[in-house]
């Protein structure tokens, strides 16, 4: 990882400092409003506001990191996101109603996410100007590695400070690490060759998705990422709701599954690290969707709770191989001056199919057997990678 060694190592750095800011805030809002109002209602509207104004934000938001220095963008987005939750931790004493609170935090919610839907296009079109093409994979597998070690750590901490803290010095963990992640990377300098002919941003969002579409094989690959998180959902999002009626509704179960989803997702990011996939990097998308369909059938057919807790390991291995090679494929096939809002499309399949994914299932879930919906959705992502497999246009890209 020659280009920009000590760029990339700063660069990962500041963003894994800020996620874990981020991380600890969402999960303490989260367990918040649960715990003070036990109502779904509310953890429902906090869900809405968590993922869609990212996704609206991010047909414009990947126009703006094509057009703007996306330093500054990554900058104003974590800057905007510690202003406003600094803002909410001024507000709260003089807060006297519950309900008031609660729609303060639903608020803040939306501005965090509206900077997420910002801040992600712009981070993964700046990676490949620190990192060498050769590199990206390696590098997005140390990336996802860090990612996965943070979302380990970030509830432990939550916890943690909310036990004996406060809720208020929860949300000022979020106003410190923005500062340090902000000043990690102020030191870096980011290229930046500025435009001198700009459209107006509609038609430049139109044209980021005429792009995408006349470069069928990124079309391709943001529509079956997409589909990925959709089916998804079953297997991965669900899983504690799935252990709680098949294994056991303590929080030990619970904990303990989600802790072995990261862990397997650590383990993802160091293999593929380590590894750099294969060097056709549509197979390492392809054999990763395939061995998650096979790993979500297990999972609904597994009877004994540690069988399923082994398997849960290996899905999140999966899981990072597909993450981690539909980035990396953007990266290498999207022109320097197209991949930001190519991104923005990218992130917008992500936060449009999870949260309908959850709706879908998760009303499914209340109808009929979750076994069933996991064996179901495991073998329409099999059949996804095959479809993909047998398009030769589409498996022949990604050779590295």
Avoid at 145 to 155: D, E, G, I, K, R
Avoid at 165 to 173: E, P, Y
């Amino acid at each position: 990882m020659r280009k920009g060694y000590s760029k990339a190592s700063l660069f990962l750095a500041s963003q894994a400092v800020t996620l874990l800011g981020s991380s600890i805030v969402q999960f303490a809002i989260i367990w918040y409003v649960t715990l003070e109002t036990t109502s779904g209602g509310w953890v429902a509207l906090l869900s809405a506001a968590a993922y869609i104004p990212q996704f609206l934000i991010s047909f414009f938001s990947g126009v703006w990191a094509d057009r703007y220095p996306r330093k500054f963008l990554i900058i104003a987005a974590d800057g905007a996101i510690a202003a406003a939750t600094l803002a909410l931790v001024l507000l709260l004493p003089q807060i006297s109603q519950n309900e008031t609170i609660y729609i303060a935090l639903v608020v803040i919610s939306v501005i965090r996410s509206l900077g997420t839907g910002i801040h992600t296009p712009a981070v993964n079109a700046t990676v490949p100007q620190l990192v060498a093409e050769e590199n990206l994979m390696k590098f997005n597998g140390i990336n996802a590695t860090v990612q996965s070690v943070v979302q380990f750590a970030a509830p432990a901490i939550a916890g943690s400070i909310l036990t004996w803290g406060s809720f208020r010095g929860a949300l000022m963990v979020d106003v410190v690490t923005a500062m340090v992640g902000i000043g990690l990377l102020s030191a870096i300098v980011i290229p930046f060759e500025e435009r001198t002919e700009t459209a107006p941003v509609f038609a430049e969002m139109q044209e980021g998705i005429r792009y995408a579409a006349k470069e069928r094989f990124l079309g391709k690959l943001i529509m079956l990422f997409g589909l990925f998180i959709f089916l998804c959902v079953p297997a991965g999002f669900l899983a504690t709701l799935f252990v709680s009626r098949y294994y056991g509704d303590t929080y030990f179960h619970m904990t303990l599954v989600e802790v072995i989803g990261f862990l397997g997702m650590m383990a993802g990011g160091l293999l593929i690290s380590t590894w750099g996939g294969f060097k056709r990097h549509t197979k390492t998308l392809l054999v990763g969707m395939v061995s998650f369909g096979l790993l979500a059938i297990l999972m609904g057919l597994a009877n004994n709770f540690y069988m399923y807790l082994v398997l849960m390991a290996v899905y999140g291995v999966a899981l990072t191989m597909v993450q981690t090679a539909s980035t990396t494929l953007l990266q290498e096939n999207s022109t320097p001056e197209m991949s930001g809002r190519v991104f923005g499309l990218f992130g917008a399949a992500y936060s449009g199919f999870l949260p309908i994914g959850m709706v879908v299932f998760g009303l499914l879930a209340d109808r009929t057997s979750m076994r069933l919906l996991m064996v179901i959705s495991g073998g329409l992502l099999i059949l996804m990678a095959i479809v993909a497999y047998l398009d030769k246009a589409f498996y022949r890209h990604g050779f590295n």
